[in-house]
C-alpha cells in the first residue's frame, strides 16, 4: 500500500575531506574539484540532485574548500571575456554551473567523520527527509538511482539507502546490509548495518554506497553516537539504530543498484572512470576510442 510522507527536497553534499589519496594533487585543490574529463566531480553529483528535483543542495565544506564555492557562483570576468569574444558555446558551460541549484554552504570545522558532516546540515535541513549524496561515488545519468530512492521512501517513509554487490573479498571496505526480501525485486528490507566488517563477517555481499534518503530523526541518534572506527562519527552505526528500531524514525530499505557506478575516491577508478565517460561522449568518444583501441592493440605491445 503506497503512503504518503513528506516531499523530499533536499541534498546535502558532505565535501570536506581531505583528498590524502590523490596527493600532491589535492595539496591546494580540493578532491572533489579533479577533472572527470571537462567537469569536476562534483557537478556531476550535483547535477544528479536536480535531476532528481532537488535544487535545493547544501555542502558541507572544511578549510581549503573555497575553489568548490567559486565554482557554483558566477564569474562575471570571464563571462564578460567570453561574451565579448562570441565564445557563446563555452559561456553557456561556464554559466550552466552557477545556474543548477540554490547553493548553500557550511563548515565542518573537526573531520569527525561522515556523521559528523551531515550533522552538521541539521540547522538547514530541519524536520524533513533529505538526500545525502557522496562525491566519490558518480552515478550515470541513464541510470537514476536516486529518483528510485526517493519513490521508495515516499512509499514506505523512513530512510533509504543505496546496495550494491561487490566481491566478498572486497566488502571490507565498505558497510555491509544485512537485508530481508520485499515484493520489488530492487528493495530490500534492511535489519542491520556493519561497518566495513571482515568478509567473513558480513551478513552479506551487499555494499552501502554513496547515496541515502534520510529521515531526520537520524539527528538526534548522531548527536547520540560515539565515534567508532577510526574515531570517527559513523553514519552506519547511526542508521543500525534506525533499523533496529523502526519506531525511532521508521523502517529502513535499501535499493540494490545494478546500473553504471563511477568510483572517483580511488586513483585508479579514477582514471577508469575518466575512460569510460570519455569514450561514450558524442563529442569525443569516436576519436577517442579510435586512439585507445590503437594504443592498447599496437603502442602497449611495442613497449
Known amino acids: 500500500m503506497i503512503q504518503s510522507h513528506p516531499r523530499i527536497s533536499k541534498a546535502v553534499i558532505p565535501a570536506a575531506g581531505l583528498g590524502t589519496r590523490f596527493l600532491p594533487a589535492t595539496k591546494a585543490t580540493p578532491k572533489e574539484m579533479l577533472p ?3 567537469k569536476p566531480a562534483i557537478q556531476y553529483v550535483v ?18 574548500k573555497r575553489p568548490l564555492e567559486d565554482h557554483f557562483d558566477r564569474n562575471y570576468e570571464l563571462e ?3 561574451e565579448k569574444k562570441g565564445d557563446a558555446e563555452r559561456l553557456a558551460k561556464v554559466q550552466e554551473s552557477s545556474d543548477l541549484a540554490t547553493m548553500h554552504y557550511v563548515r565542518q570545522g573537526d573531520p569527525k567523520g561522515l556523521g559528523h558532516a551531515v550533522l552538521c546540515a541539521a540547522p538547514h535541513v530541519g524536520d524533513e527527509p533529505f538526500a545525502v549524496l557522496l562525491g566519490d561515488d558518480l552515478i550515470d545519468p541513464r541510470d537514476p538511482l536516486l529518483q528510485r530512492m526517493i519513490e521508495v521512501q515516499a512509499q514506505y517513509g523512513g530512510s533509504v539507502i543505496a546496495l550494491m554487490e561487490v566481491a566478498r573479498e572486497q566488502i571490507h571496505l565498505y558497510g555491509s546490509a544485512a537485508v530481508e526480501t ?10 542491520g548495518l556493519v561497518e566495513k566488517p571482515d568478509p567473513a563477517d558480513a551478513p552479506s555481499n551487499l555494499a552501502i554506497i554513496g547515496r541515502y534518503v534520510l529521515d531526520p530523526a537520524v539527528f538526534e541518534i548522531l548527536r547520540q553516537t560515539e565515534p567508532g572506527r577510526g574515531g570517527e562519527i559513523q553514519l552506519t552505526d547511526a ?3 534506525l533499523a533496529a528500531d523502526e519506531k525511532i524514525g521508521g523502517p529502513v530499505h535499501g535499493v540494490v543498484f545494478k546500473g553504471r557506478r563511477y568510483d ?3 586513483r585508479g577508478d579514477y582514471l577508469r572512470a575518466i575512460v569510460r565517460l570519455a569514450c561514450e561522449r558524442e563529442d569525443l568518444g569516436p576519436d577517442f576510442r579510435t586512439w585507445l583501441h590503437r594504443y592498447v592493440t599496437e603502442e602497449m605491445q611495442q613497449s
Open 36 to 38: 572527470v574529463v571537462d
Open 47 to 64: 547535477e544528479e540532485a536536480v535531476t532528481a528535483g532537488l535544487d535545493d543542495v547544501l555542502m558541507v565544506t572544511g578549510r581549503n
Open 80 to 82: 564578460s571575456a567570453l
Open 182 to 191: 520485499t515484493e520489488d525485486a530492487d528493495v530490500v528490507r534492511v535489519g
Open 239 to 241: 542508521l543500525q539504530k
Open 264 to 266: 572517483t575516491g580511488d
